[in-house]
């Protein structure tokens, strides 16, 4: 009988992602959120120096992407990208130690807290400048392609950062040489202060693609299921040798660029009706609906969670930062310029 109940059901097939998968990817958004808001807390506590890039609101964006890549696979992260740190299987201590500079941490406390580069994940050290990451990651996309291995390379951005001169050269130069990279505009409609409206003519970002001859598409992001079969759609076509794709998450900061600012040049309206299309709350309501979220499920996962971030916390305040001398290492490379035999490019150099 078609009841109300009947009704309000969704099948596993319909959804077309397994049952570890969503909970998988619902554990990762979690995990990050929690993560997230326990920072943006510490912060305003006192806790650690400097600033805080949150990005709750953007979660399903990041984890969704990220979430089943290798460990062999390149991000190039920007500096809203905690959600594709945790899916990728970065240790949260590592990232609480970056957030605290700690000696801990992978770069030992040079650089800005939500700058989190692991190598052992595949993790690059995003640059402060705006896109930067962009071409150091499809450099990486180059060499996969020299080396004739089967690793892709993500990069993640805002909109704000298509405006850069050297994003577009490298998303002409995936484009030409067709290499395995898959392109995420994380586009939450404001870059600081600026809206969206005034950092281009054109309504989606995702058109850019068309001048580098490759595919552009704008979906939901803040749907994790939407995001996530998107993204592993790009990701194996990049892998199997089909070339890049440009995808734009829709997608909403909803606390300012960093904790320092108060975000005062957006209206209140906007943000409610933003924070009505919370990924959290609206993964939980299919998993409901999938029947995967029984009573005192979630209760269970936050505490499992909040107890791993508190023990990250735990650690890093008891770590101590690097020593001044830290601040020469691992910042000139003697190793360059690299052979073109280490590429396995053969040849001269
Ligand atoms: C070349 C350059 N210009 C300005 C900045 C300062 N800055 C850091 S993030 C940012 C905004 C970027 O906006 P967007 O790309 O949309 O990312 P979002 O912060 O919205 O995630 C700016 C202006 C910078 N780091 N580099
Ligand atoms: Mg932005």
Partial sequence: MDTDQSKNKVS?????????????????????????????????????????????????TTVGSA??????????????????????????????????????????????????????????????????????ATGCAMA??????????????????????GWHEALNFAGIHKLPIVYICENNLWAESV???????IEHFADRSKAYGFQGITIDGNDLVV?????????????????????????????????????????????EEWKKKDPILGTEKLLTKLGLLATGKREALVEQVNQEIEEAVKTAEATKYAEPEEAYNDVYSDKFPVRRDELGMGGKQ
């Fill in 12 to 60: 596993l097939k319909e959804v077309g992602l397994s049952a570890d998968v969503l909970m998988g990817l619902y554990t990762c958004l979690l995990k990050t959120r929690q993560l997230d808001e326990k920072l943006r807390r510490l912060f305003r506590q006192g806790r650690f120096a400097g600033t805080y890039f949150s990005a709750v609101g953007q979660e399903a």
């Fill in 67 to 136: 979430y089943g890549l290798r460990d062999d696979d390149i991000i190039g992260p920007s500096h809203r990208e905690i959600g594709a740190m945790v899916a990728k299987g970065v240790p949260l201590s590592v990232i609480v130690a970056q957030v605290y500079a700690r000696s801990s941490s992978p770069d030992k406390g040079k650089s800005h807290p939500c700058h989190y580069g692991y190598r052992p994940k595949g993790i690059i050290n995003p640059s402060s400048t705006v896109a930067g990451q962009t071409v150091v």
């Fill in 144 to 165: 996969f392609k020299i080396q004739k291995k089967d690793n892709i390379a993500l990069a993640y951005f805002g909109e704000g950062a298509t405006a850069r001169g």
């Fill in 195 to 201: 809206p969206a409206s005034l950092e281009a003519g």
């Fill in 227 to 271: 995001v996530h079969k998107a993204a592993s759609e790009a990701i194996a076509k990049a892998r199997s040798g089909g070339g890049p794709t440009l995808i734009e998450c829709l997608t909403y900061r909803w606390y300012g660029h960093s904790e320092i600012d108060p975000a005062n040049y957006r209206r209140s309206e906007e943000l």
